[in-house]
């Protein structure tokens, strides 16, 4: 793809074709800078007459100790991008509680709750700058389900720009496993920009190992990659 615009156009066309031809769709939705481009084109779609009152959604990720009204919260993210503006039943919209006093108990029940709805149809991802997804950082084991995560000092970095300073970035999420991604029908793994460069040519091109989590994707039978001019830079 060119440009972000329509890296974005072209994962928000595959989105819709899935609810077109499903309407209960089951998302595997991401947050960060990546997909609100598609998100913007999901809620015109949704504004020129998609239907989206069947969907199911689930996120891969939720900062620990991050409330759902905090400005920073995923769940925030998501109500401000996308549920409030595509008519969303909320109780169909599923995020990791990252305050839940047994926070194991908490990625125990995602993973039930995933299954359960008969599991995701189609999973959108970013890539962080370490090849991340979700928040499954280097080393992660590929058998992971939903856990606890400690959040790598890249990743801090890189999700500084989000709040008044990088002492404020929660140090731990909860985060969808490897495993449980892996489990998706589907797959779009979307990036932007030539500081993914790397992490998308290590993904895409290199072996296969937990040390490039993103690596992972290659083993799954239908993945697409939709990535810009920049970050495909090295493809
Ligand atoms: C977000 C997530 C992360 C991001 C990745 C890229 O829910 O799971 O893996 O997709 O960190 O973030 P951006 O898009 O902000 O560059």
Redesign the pocket.
């Known amino acids: 793809m060119n440009n972000y615009d329509s890296m974005s156009d072209e994962v928000a066309k595959l989105v819709i074709a899935k609810i077109r031809k499903k309407p209960a769709s089951v998302l595997g ?7 609100l481009g598609v998100y913007e084109l999901l809620v015109e779609y949704h504004e020129n007459g998609v239907d989206f009152s069947q969907v199911t959604t689930f ?3 939720e900062y620990v100790g991050l409330a759902a009204d905090h400005p920073q919260s ?1 769940r925030h993210y998501m109500e401000k991008n996308l549920f409030a503006k595509v008519g969303l039943e909320r109780k169909r919209t599923h995020i990791p509680d990252g305050t839940a006093a047994d926070l194991e108990a908490e990625c125990r029940r995602y993973d039930e709750l995933i299954r359960s709805t008969g599991g995701i149809d189609l999973q959108l ?5 370490n090849a ?4 499954n950082e280097p080393g992660t084991p590929f058998g992971s389900e939903t856990q606890v995560v400690d959040l790598a000092e890249s ?1 801090i970095r ?2 500084a720009r989000f709040f008044a300073s990088a002492d404020e970035v929660p140090t731990q999420a909860i ?1 969808m496993g490897i495993k449980s991604i892996m489990q998706a029908k589907n797959i779009i793994l979307m990036a932007n920009g030539g500081s ?1 460069a790397d992490a998308v040519f290590a993904a895409v091109k290199g072996p296969v190992t937990p040390e490039v989590p993103a690596s992972v994707l290659q083993l799954h039978p239908s993945v697409t990659v939709v990535v810009d001019q920049a970050a495909a830079s090295r493809l």
Not at 29 to 35: C, D, E, I, R
């Open positions: 939705l991401a947050t960060g800078s990546t997909p996120n891969l990720d995923y991802l970013g890539i962080g700058s991340h997804i979700g928040f990743t890189d999700n985060s993914k």
